[in-house]
């Protein structure tokens, strides 16, 4: 699968995926002679990635709509084209490179209507303290798994993930906070095929088997390859610019 393809494509069920992220976080409290199983901390790290992966396509995807709806600022990607359209090219840019100007145009720059602003900017932050290393996976998927944009979750765009929408947090966030056991939790939700061998061995319960698991089936990360790059345009400096183009004839002639 070429990573063009993989830039949008949806594979995995987040609601699972987080359900089990959770599991794990739970045995890791009751099994407390180990202090990070292998396989919770392997699955913690192929969700952080996915998660970084989604944020920094969705966010692409969302500054598009600058050129209409930012006041002050825009960046140079096409106007007027659908959101596959930029996730589609999305890795042939870095990371490194767009994610702050992204957080530049988001936090500091003012938008109107249900666009873009310091909702989008929040999500572009955490990935970037992720990819500096100042988050480690498992603390960088329990904030961002909080994050919202102007209408939703901000998970909630057809991109890596099948479900992104609310039920996420009514479903998993909530049998978080009452579940008192990991069997109480672990009843309402699909795992992994390793999950479920996990739990047989050491607990002797079951669970239901999630077919399309990233503990089963590994994530590919995005190879983002940087061939090219974002760049933002302040409006007030192209303003000036014009009024200075304008006002040159009327002074020449003037002077004639």
């Not at 739970?26 to 199983?37: A, W």
Request: with cysteine; charged share 30%; aromatic share 14%.
């Amino acid at each position: 699968m070429g990573s063009k393809i993989q830039c949008y494509r949806c594979n995995y069920l987040l609601a699972s995926e987080a359900a089990e992220f959770y599991m794990w976080r739970f045995l890791e409290i009751e099994l407390k002679d180990i202090s990070e199983l292998p396989l919770g901390k392997k699955h913690a790290k192929y969700l952080a990635d996915a998660m970084f992966d989604y944020l920094c396509i969705a966010s692409l995807g969302e500054a598009r709509h600058a050129y209409n709806h930012c006041l002050d600022a825009y960046v140079n990607l096409p106007v007027g084209v659908t959101r596959h359209a930029v996730y589609q090219e999305s890795h042939l840019y870095d990371p490194k490179q767009f994610l702050p100007v992204l957080s530049k145009l988001f936090n500091e720059c003012r938008w109107e209507g249900a666009f873009g602003g310091k909702a989008w900017g929040k999500g572009v932050d955490m990935a970037l303290k992720y990819l500096r290393g100042e988050l480690t996976p498992v603390l960088f998927v329990d904030s961002a798994i909080w994050l919202h944009h102007n209408t939703g979750v901000i998970f909630n765009k057809p991109l890596i993930f099948k479900d992104g929408g609310r039920w996420v947090f009514r479903r998993v966030l909530d049998a978080k906070r009452h579940s008192k056991t990991p069997l109480e939790f672990v009843s309402k939700f699909y795992m992994s095929r390793s999950m479920q061998l996990f739990l047989q061995e050491f607990f002797g319960i079951s669970c239901r088997r999630n077919y399309l698991s990233m503990l089963d089936r590994g994530y590919r990360k995005i190879e983002f390859k940087g061939e090219r790059e974002l760049r933002l345009y302040e409006r007030k400096e192209e303003k000036e610019e014009k009024s200075k183009k304008s006002s040159k004839p009327r002074i020449k002639q003037q002077l004639s």
